[in-house]
């Protein structure tokens, strides 16, 4: 009697991760469309919850113990897909594509893009060491496209940057680019503790920033990514002696 040996079989879960980041990309893909048919609101949101979704594909991927390698190179992709492509292209056409500096802001999206793969490339790396840490090296790609963004927070609060702050926005671009490269310690999730004690006022702090965020979505994020700006030399000045590995 012969027998028909089956082919392994994998349980749905186990590719769930990889579906999530899929998905982002077809988000970032989508917020590009919605860009150029001048739907700036729904881009914007779009590119936020490809941030999101960046987020949680990592954590459901530990949670499930799907880790893989074409899981890592993909979800790689897709950080550059979203991060490093449609953001600076959303930040172009809305906001360069029809000033007077068109020119100087396809330059700075350029820019922007060739630092996000840098980044990206260069955490790849950092992967195959034995040394890992809990901070980030340079800002990481999902908070550099978040930071790239504010101008077109400030056109949804009412700021007509195109016309009178166009050379502002495109400076604040490339300077948030060479952010993503830059070498010194950058905070990160992972890395903040805070005494138990503190466990319900830090609770009543983020369910008021997410309140926050959904009423006042814009203002919100500005204030976060000032503040976010602000904690940058603060934090690379208080871990200046501690050696650092990118994540």
Do not use: H
Request: charged fraction near 10%; aromatic fraction near 12%.
């Amino acid at each position: 009697m012969t027998t028909i040996n089956s082919s392994p079989r994998e349980p749905f879960s186990k590719m769930l991760p990889n579906i999530v980041t899929i998905f982002g990309i077809c988000v970032g893909l989508t917020a590009v469309k919605m860009a150029l048919q001048d739907n700036i609101g729904v881009a914007l949101y779009l590119l936020v919850f490809a941030m999101i979704l960046d987020a949680v594909d990592g954590g459901l991927a530990r949670a499930l113990r799907s880790e893989s390698k074409i899981g890592a190179e993909l979800d790689t992709l897709a950080d550059f897909f979203n991060f490093g492509i449609a953001t600076p292209l959303v930040i172009y056409f809305t906001i360069f594509a029809n000033s007077s500096a068109s020119r100087f802001g396809w330059i700075s999206v350029m820019i922007f893009s060739v630092c996000c793969a840098l980044r990206l490339a260069r955490f790849n790396v950092s992967q195959s060491g034995e040394v890992k840490s809990i901070n980030f090296v340079g800002v990481p790609a999902p908070a550099l496209a978040c930071l790239g963004l504010s101008p077109l927070f400030l056109v949804m609060a009412g700021v007509n940057v195109a016309e009178y702050y166009a050379v502002p926005a495109i400076i604040f671009v490339v300077v948030c680019a060479g952010l993503a490269v830059a070498t010194f310690p950058t905070i990160s999730l992972k890395g903040i503790t805070f005494p138990a004690s503190l466990r319900l006022p830090v609770i009543l702090l983020v369910v008021i920033f997410l309140v926050c965020l959904i009423v006042f979505p814009w203002y919100t994020l500005l204030v976060a990514n000032g503040v976010y700006l602000l904690m940058i030399p603060i934090f690379a000045y208080a871990n200046r002696s501690k050696p650092a590995a990118d994540a």
